[in-house]
């Protein structure tokens, strides 16, 4: 069929209609409801959500659709949730492995066999592929590694050959695959019809590559800890249970990183001189560190802190930047061109909806009037008072303004490499409307993003094997942590900033726990009465270095622990908003969102629930005085 160059209005609706009764047919289920709109790509049950077709519907866009539309369906046809949760690994790295060969075997079933639906799904790969940012990085982090191993096993699978963009880096990994699975994939080709048997030789799989520590026990489903209280931290496991392969992964792969030329951008202001009086001095340890690290526990102020047990190898080569450190102004100018021309095409909901918020805060704002009183300003409408009571006392009034200006909102970033593309442009756009808004009502507001210097370690890593590698480390990278507009700051001043936000070499891993900490202790600083700490993220703490050497949920126990700690103090208010990923499970205040489309209307929202929340709490109070 030929795609006419300009299709008429009805040609995305006949589309939508044949797009459905294939995805039904291709699923086996003529009773699966498939849906259009804003939050697919998406399997939810019964239902098939996918993107809504635009009305310039070009050639690549419609292999895009159909991809993503094959893809779910052959996911509904082939594969058992329960099956998969039974044996999936309860470690990261393994996981995402994991994840990756079931979802390359569920493709491989359809692919194989039909060329059309081939095709389609490379399309919706390639696509996948760019967006991920693994192409583009230095391809020796953990999602890099599950990546390569997904193409290697679409490649023997179904006979799909690596695309010509990805082959630089699964050649990266192939030596590294090859050393390890002596009898290659061979094994999972034999056993795709079965997902069981496939599982299985997923885990045979996932203990050569040195990750069977890794694995969770298939006939006990692990339990999820409650989302109010954070799992205890798993005792450290033994040197039997880790093995000579997972010391080879690790410690190898540190080395290599170590190997590698150093940053381009060097260090030019050290976290340890920014550090919070609470953090002991860089020469400190406390008496259960592991030997050779240089900073253990940051504070033993109470048995429930966030980072009493919490330890960090070294700070040694932690950084904060102002944005303007990081690139020259005729760059940062370059990038604020492109995030204005970005601008234009934001969603206009978004715009309609900051102007509301705008809107409702000056009505905040407005100046009030107490009555009754002895002296100020003679209130007229009580006149008559002077003719019906010529003996009783006159009435005064005064104007007073409300505390509403008092407010201080930071907005933390996540600027890790899976924010690339379209989450961290739009995460920039709306920070830039935010603070806008909130500075014209007269509401301060810090931008603040947090990153690492190198993927999986860097320096920090290299002191930690040349210290002999010793056990529980702790934190083993870099942190960077980014000032892009202070709360003191004009946001004209600092509007050229955010567009370092675009600049995707500075986004590497993230570290959650200690981010959210040092934002926390920002706001803890300022001399505004209300603080509002909005994050936003599109996943949990991810460094590989650092959850290779410790036990289990290293960092997400922190996490965690921090946000309880936030919570339960209540001298900040705490908010998230994650892109693609539940936060419900850490945080008491959050919204989840599965399209970044609904960002800006998400962070609007949010905030614009909370100061309405503060205005009906100081009416509260005011009611509870005037009844006294």
């Not at 009764?21 to 849906?35: I, Q």
């Not at 191993?149 to 679409?154: C, E, G």
């Not at 904060?320 to 102004?329: I, N, P, T």
């Given at each position: 069929m030929t795609t006419p160059a300009k299709p008429?209005?009805?040609?995305?609706?006949?589309?939508?209609?044949?797009?459905?009764?294939?995805?039904?047919?291709?699923?086996?289920?003529?009773?699966?409801?498939?849906?259009?709109?804003?939050?697919?790509?998406?399997?939810?049950?019964?239902?098939?959500?996918?993107?809504?077709?635009?009305a310039d519907l070009s050639a690549s866009r419609r292999a895009l659709l159909r991809g993503q539309a094959d893809r779910l369906a052959l996911r509904r046809a082939y594969h058992d949730p329960d099956v998969h949760a039974r044996y999936?690994?309860?470690?990261?790295?393994?996981?995402?492995?994991?994840?990756?060969?079931?979802?390359?075997r569920c493709l491989a079933l359809g692919a194989r066999d039909l060329a059309g639906v081939a095709a389609n799904i490379a399309a919706v790969q390639f696509e996948e592929l760019q967006r991920s940012g693994v192409l583009r990085g230095p391809g020796d982090n953990s999602e890099a590694m599950a990546q390569a191993?997904?193409?290697?096993?679409?490649e023997q699978l179904a006979g799909q050959s690596v695309p010509e963009e990805a082959q630089p880096l699964v050649a990266r990994w192939r030596p590294f695959f090859d050393k390890r699975l002596k009898e290659g994939l061979g094994a999972l080709a034999h056993a795709v019809s079965d997902q069981d048997a496939y599982a299985r030789e997923q885990q045979r799989v996932l203990r050569a590559l040195g990750l069977g520590h890794e694995l969770a026990d298939p006939r006990v489903t692990p339990a999820t800890p409650p989302a109010a209280e954070a799992a205890p931290v798993p005792p450290p496991p033994t040197a039997s249970a880790v093995g000579a392969a997972g010391e080879e992964l690790g410690v190898q792969r540190a080395h290599e990183i170590a190997e590698e030329d150093e940053p381009d951008i060097e260090p030019r202001k050290p976290l340890a001189q920014t550090r919070s009086?609470?953090?002991?001095?860089?020469?400190?340890?406390?008496?259960?560190?592991?030997?050779?690290?240089?900073?253990?526990?940051?504070?033993?102020?109470?048995?429930?802190?966030?980072?009493?047990?919490?330890?960090?190898?070294?700070?040694?080569?932690?950084?904060?930047?102002?944005?303007?450190?990081?690139?020259?102004?005729?760059?940062l100018a370059r990038l604020r061109v492109t995030l204005d021309e970005q601008a234009r095409q934001l969603p206009g909901v978004v715009a309609r909806l900051a102007r509301r918020l705008e809107r409702a805060l000056r009505a905040q704002q407005r100046r009030r009037w107490q009555f009754d009183l002895e002296e100020g300003v003679l209130d007229s409408a009580r006149l008559a008072r002077v003719l019906t009571e010529p003996l009783g006392p006159l009435s005064f009034k005064q104007e007073t303004e409300t505390d509403f200006k008092d407010t201080v909102v930071t907005l933390l970033l996540d600027n890790s490499g899976s924010m690339r593309g379209k989450p961290i442009l739009l995460t920039a756009l709306c920070a830039d409307l935010l603070a806008r808004t909130l500075e014209r009502c007269g509401v301060r507001t810090e931008i603040l993003g947090f990153t690492t210097r190198e993927w999986d370690g860097g320096k920090s890593r290299a002191d930690w094997i040349a210290a002999g590698a010793p056990r529980n480390p702790g934190r083993l990278t870099d942190v960077r942590y980014i000032v892009y507009k202070t709360a003191d700051t004009a946001w004209r001043r600092a509007r050229a900033n955010l567009g370092l936000l675009l600049r995707d070499d500075l986004m590497k891993d993230n570290i959650d726990g200690e981010a959210l900490w040092w934002a926390y202790q920002r706001l803890l600083a300022r001399p505004e009465?209300?603080?509002?700490?909005?994050?936003?993220?599109?996943?949990?703490?991810?460094?590989?270095?650092?959850?290779?050497?410790?036990?289990?949920?290293?960092?997400?126990?922190?996490?965690?622990?921090?946000?309880?700690?936030?919570?339960?103090?209540?001298?900040?208010?705490?908010?998230?908003?994650?892109?693609?990923?539940?936060?419900?499970?850490?945080?008491?205040?959050?919204?989840?969102?599965?399209?970044?489309?609904d960002l800006g209307p998400a962070m609007i929202g949010e905030l614009g629930a909370l100061f309405e929340n503060g205005r009906k709490t100081r009416r509260a109070q005011v009611g509870a005085e005037r009844i006294l």
């Open positions: 008429t209005s009805g040609a995305p609706r006949g589309f939508e209609r044949v797009l459905a009764e294939a995805t039904r047919a291709l699923a086996g289920d003529a009773a699966l409801k498939v849906v259009f709109g804003t939050a697919g790509p998406r399997l939810e049950g019964n239902r098939v959500l996918l993107p809504a077709p635009p999936r690994p309860s470690g990261y790295r393994a996981r995402a492995m994991f994840d990756a060969l079931e979802e390359a191993l997904a193409l290697l096993a679409r009086p609470q953090a002991p001095p860089e020469n400190e340890s406390s008496p259960d560190a592991p030997e050779g690290s240089r900073l253990s526990r940051i504070g033993e102020l109470d048995r429930d802190h966030p980072n009493r047990a919490y330890r960090v190898f070294t700070r040694a080569h932690d950084e904060v930047f102002e944005a303007e450190e990081l690139s020259d102004r005729a760059e009465r209300r603080r509002i700490l909005m994050t936003i993220s599109d996943g949990v703490p991810l460094d590989q270095a650092t959850l290779s050497a410790n036990p289990g949920g290293y960092l997400d126990q922190h996490l965690r622990q921090v946000i309880r700690w936030i919570e339960q103090q209540a001298q900040v208010e705490l908010v998230a908003i994650g892109i693609g990923h539940e936060v419900g499970d850490y945080y008491r205040r959050a919204v989840a969102i599965g399209s970044t489309d």
